[in-house]
Nanobody, 124 residues
Framework: VQLQASGGGLVQAGGSLKLSCVVSRFTLDYYAIGWFRQAPGKEREGVSCISGSPGKTYYADSVKGRFTISRVNAKNTVYLQMNSLKPEDTAVYHC??????????????????WGQGTQVTVSS
């Protein structure tokens, strides 16, 4: 099982980025995918989770209304569209796979498979 996150970068406050998480060696249909972030000196935070079919979505309060998670199973890819970015969104973002978005998918210990992170930096 492999996950590959990409799409991070440097953006000004108010801007947008779209992260991608490409999964391989397993069928995306049967897994929930979560996005987490970790800023320097802070704990890892669950950002969003999308379940396997039918793709129910969950969001942390801090990103609700600004971020959108989606999946294209045919491409084995999960996306995180991030709009109205704020400096406090600056972090390394990781995607991870689990069986389901238990309790909204924000508990990192429930995830078995993790991808490497992609850096998101939002300047003020």
């Amino acid at each position: 099982v492999q996950l590959q996150a990409s799409g991070g970068g440097l953006v000004q406050a108010g801007g947008s980025l779209k992260l991608s998480c490409v999964v391989s060696r397993f069928t995306l249909d049967y897994y929930a995918i979560g996005w987490f972030r970790q800023a320097p000196g802070k704990e890892r935070e669950g950002v969003s989770c999308i379940s396997g079919s039918p793709g129910k979505t969950y969001y942390a309060d801090s990103v609700k209304g600004r971020f959108t998670i989606s999946r294209v199973n045919a491409k084995n890819t999960v996306y995180l569209q991030m709009n109205s970015l704020k400096p406090e969104d600056t972090a390394v973002y990781h995607c991870a796979a689990t069986a389901s978005c238990v309790l909204g998918g924000g508990i990192s210990t429930q995830y078995v498979h993790w991808g490497q992170g992609t850096q998101v930096t939002v300047s003020s």
